[in-house]
């Protein structure tokens, strides 16, 4: 899903490097890597985030939680004030 909303962002020039391009530089710089949790796994547990009506930010969220509450980088205010573990 993450790969999926910054191919999103940088389709609306939100953001200047593509999907991949940000992820490998994140592998790179500081380790991140994407792991296999099952998507609907990940989807039982975002049913459950109602602080928000954005499902990227549900499955986002909901991914971090299903690692054992693993950090999430993220800039978004929402995000940030509903889960503890947001970095940025």
Known sequence: MVALE?????????????SQDVLLKLRAELGVEMC?????ALITIA???????????RVIVSHAK???LSP?????EAIRKNYIKTVW
């Open 72 to 76: 999430l980088i993220s800039s978004d």
């Open 47 to 57: 049913a459950n985030e109602k602080w928000t009506r954005d499902p990227f930010d």
């Open 66 to 68: 299903a690692n054992g």
């Open 6 to 18: 910054l191919a999103y962002l940088h389709e609306i020039n939100r953001i200047t490097l593509n």
């Open 36 to 40: 296999d949790s099952s998507f609907p």
